[in-house]
């Protein structure tokens, strides 16, 4: 059993599809009580009744929902121990000089203001006197540049970055860290897995459940001497330059023509 999660609570934002539901299913298997969110109240009902826990529906983008995030998780467990920042955008994509400075905002409100917003009042409830463990849901793309995914990279480097600041600010009561995944077989990512096989260095694209366990494993006591870290979970994405075969995710991006951004 993984010390530090049985009996403890945890608030996983964008938990009913995809990496963010793993997070909270494996939480939840280890005895942790959950609290989820996403912006769909249908589907939030139908992943809090999985669980056997509770949800609240809303965009993290919203300042009010966040704080009522933390306060329900609060409210109804007593407690916050493990926070998730997993809910996010890849919009806007496309090229920088085309883009929608209302747009670009978006991303920076939902993939790095609405984590720190999560994490203060987490801090101000109940981290700062009793403690506690963030993970930030990052990803390996935000180590370099990409073609069409210039909002969604600087974002998501901005938020690692904020990552490093806030566990030098929270030590040692609260641990921060962050969760860097390659490509995953989830919603978000379809547009560029469903084109036909990626070759890897480990053989395979993502699942959920790969991610999720990075995520739990750095949320537990397991990696209590661990903060400020990223943990690349990649299937060997960044060393792909010295394995033989191509890589095919930048070809998919560059010819990707989104949906107009509702
Ligand atoms: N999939 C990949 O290849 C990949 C690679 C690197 C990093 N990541 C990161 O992994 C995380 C999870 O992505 P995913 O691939 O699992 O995406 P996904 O399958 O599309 O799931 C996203 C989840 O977040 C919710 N959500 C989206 N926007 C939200 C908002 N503004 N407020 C609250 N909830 C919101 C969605 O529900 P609603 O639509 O109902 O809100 C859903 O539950 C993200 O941080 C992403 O950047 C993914």
């Given at each position: 059993m993984t010390p530090g999660l049985h009996g403890r609570a945890a608030l996983v934002t964008g938990?009913?599809?995809?990496i963010g539901a793993a997070v909270a299913r494996q939480l939840a298997d280890a005895g942790v009580r959950v609290c989820v969110t996403a912006r769909d109240a249908a589907e939030v009902r139908r992943t809090a009744e999985q669980l056997g826990g509770i949800g609240l529906a809303g965009s993290v983008a919203d300042p009010e929902h966040a704080r009522a995030a933390v306060d329900l998780t609060l409210g109804e467990?007593?407690?916050?121990d493990i926070l998730v920042n997993n809910a996010a955008t890849?919009?806007?994509?496309?090229p920088l000089m085309e883009m929608d400075p209302q747009a670009w905002r978006e991303a920076f409100t939902v993939n790095v203001e609405a984590p720190l917003r999560l994490v203060q009042a987490a801090w101000r409830g109940w981290m700062r006197e009793h403690g506690g463990s963030v993970v930030n849901v990052c990803?390996?793309?935000?180590?370099h540049v990409g073609p069409n995914v210039g909002a969604y990279g600087t974002s998501k480097a901005a938020l690692l970055h904020l990552t490093g600041q806030l566990a030098g600010e929270l030590a040692p009561r609260v641990r921060v860290n962050a969760v860097s995944p390659g490509l995953v077989r989830t919603e978000m990512a379809r547009f560029v897995w469903e084109k036909g096989p990626v070759d890897l260095p480990l053989g395979r694209i993502g699942e959920p459940e790969d991610i999720a366990r990075a995520v739990v494993w750095l949320a537990?006591?397991?990696?209590?001497?661990?903060?400020g870290a990223d943990l690349l979970v990649d299937g060997g994405t960044r060393v792909?330059?010295?394995?033989p075969g191509g890589y095919a995710v930048h070809d998919r991006l560059r010819s990707y023509a989104p949906p107009p951004h509702s």
């Amino acid at each position: 059993m993984t010390p530090g999660l049985h009996g403890r609570a945890a608030l996983v934002t964008g938990a009913t599809r995809g990496i963010g539901a793993a997070v909270a299913r494996q939480l939840a298997d280890a005895g942790v009580r959950v609290c989820v969110t996403a912006r769909d109240a249908a589907e939030v009902r139908r992943t809090a009744e999985q669980l056997g826990g509770i949800g609240l529906a809303g965009s993290v983008a919203d300042p009010e929902h966040a704080r009522a995030a933390v306060d329900l998780t609060l409210g109804e467990f007593g407690r916050i121990d493990i926070l998730v920042n997993n809910a996010a955008t890849n919009q806007p994509f496309g090229p920088l000089m085309e883009m929608d400075p209302q747009a670009w905002r978006e991303a920076f409100t939902v993939n790095v203001e609405a984590p720190l917003r999560l994490v203060q009042a987490a801090w101000r409830g109940w981290m700062r006197e009793h403690g506690g463990s963030v993970v930030n849901v990052c990803t390996e793309g935000a180590g370099h540049v990409g073609p069409n995914v210039g909002a969604y990279g600087t974002s998501k480097a901005a938020l690692l970055h904020l990552t490093g600041q806030l566990a030098g600010e929270l030590a040692p009561r609260v641990r921060v860290n962050a969760v860097s995944p390659g490509l995953v077989r989830t919603e978000m990512a379809r547009f560029v897995w469903e084109k036909g096989p990626v070759d890897l260095p480990l053989g395979r694209i993502g699942e959920p459940e790969d991610i999720a366990r990075a995520v739990v494993w750095l949320a537990s006591d397991a990696a209590e001497w661990i903060t400020g870290a990223d943990l690349l979970v990649d299937g060997g994405t960044r060393v792909q330059a010295a394995h033989p075969g191509g890589y095919a995710v930048h070809d998919r991006l560059r010819s990707y023509a989104p949906p107009p951004h509702s």
